[in-house]
């Protein structure tokens, strides 16, 4: 059996203060994608942290331009070109992303970089625009794009099939509303923004900075059929009450497990349902 795993890289939202920005690797055996890389450098030392090298990462999703998922790819892409450029890397580096996302990294890397890199990137970096809808595989991974549906900029999330037929699904930083509901329904894991507790509704704004809280995300987790909710983008005031506080609050609404990783917590994907009782 293919061991199916994900690595949450970080999970704080734009501003975090004792986590790094939302971001993980998705694995299958041998066949690793990572999707966003938070605002930095940090990124570099998370996959480090998590045993993965830049040498042996050849794709790379991002969902949106913003910040706090698109100035880590960019820190990805410098680094697979210096290896590139010592004979440390082989193959090419897949960039997938919205039209915006591709636009923004090509323009980003032409003014940032140096020569030396910007004339490498084309023979190593692969930017490739991806549409709701649109499907690839990453070796033993199958994924389709799905528009995430944000209010804020467009988004874009994927479904991903995993060997065992495990699906999971990654709406970015958007959380499941009614209105992209019907893309993950009936998905095994969910990976999706709770940006804070509805009773901290008042402390954190979610509702201002086009986020939603745990007991909004759980009623329309409950509502897709959802097998379990992974909880990220989420306010770090205190990390370790965290995972109690929003699985509390979710279970008035979602029966299934609710999580609320630590960065860098290790979750393995097996069977969903084996856990709908949890
Ligand atoms: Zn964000």
Redesign the pocket.
């Known amino acids: 059996m293919i061991s199916n795993r994900l690595t949450m890289l970080g999970t704080g939202?734009?501003f975090p203060t004792q986590s790094y920005?939302?971001c993980f690797l998705l694995q299958s055996g041998k066949d690793s994608l990572l999707a966003d890389g938070g605002g930095g450098m940090e990124i570099l030392h998370r996959l480090d942290q998590a045993g993965m090298s830049p040498a042996s990462l050849h794709h790379m999703f991002v969902s949106h331009v913003?910040t706090?998922?698109i100035f880590g790819a960019v820190w990805v892409i410098r680094r697979v070109l210096q290896l590139s450029l010592e004979n440390s890397y082989e193959g090419t580096f897949q960039v997938l992303g919205n039209a915006e996302v591709t636009a923004a990294i090509q323009t980003i890397c032409r003014l940032t970089l140096l020569p030396a890199y910007t004339e490498r990137m084309q023979s190593v970096i692969s930017l490739t625009t991806v549409s709701p809808g649109d499907t690839t595989r990453i070796g033993s991974i199958s994924l389709q794009f799905i528009d995430a549906c944000s209010r804020g900029c467009t988004q874009t999330g994927f479904v991903a099939t995993l060997p065992d037929g495990v699906t999971f699904g990654f709406l970015g930083?958007e959380s499941l509303t009614g209105r992209n509901l019907q893309q993950v329904s009936g998905i095994d894991y969910l990976v999706c923004g709770a940006y804070c507790s509805y009773a901290d509704r008042d402390i954190f704004h979610p509702y201002e900075k086009h986020h939603h809280t745990v007991r909004d995300v759980a009623r329309e987790a409950a509502e897709a059929g959802v097998g379990c909710l992974i909880l990220c983008?989420c306010e770090d005031r205190d990390p370790e009450s965290r995972p109690l506080l929003y699985a509390t609050e979710a279970s008035e609404f979602f029966r299934g497990p609710v999580m609320t990783p630590a960065d860098m917590e290790v979750i393995e994907l097996t069977d969903g349902r084996q856990n709908s009782l949890v």
């Open positions: 939202s734009a920005h939302s913003h706090d998922h930083d983008h």
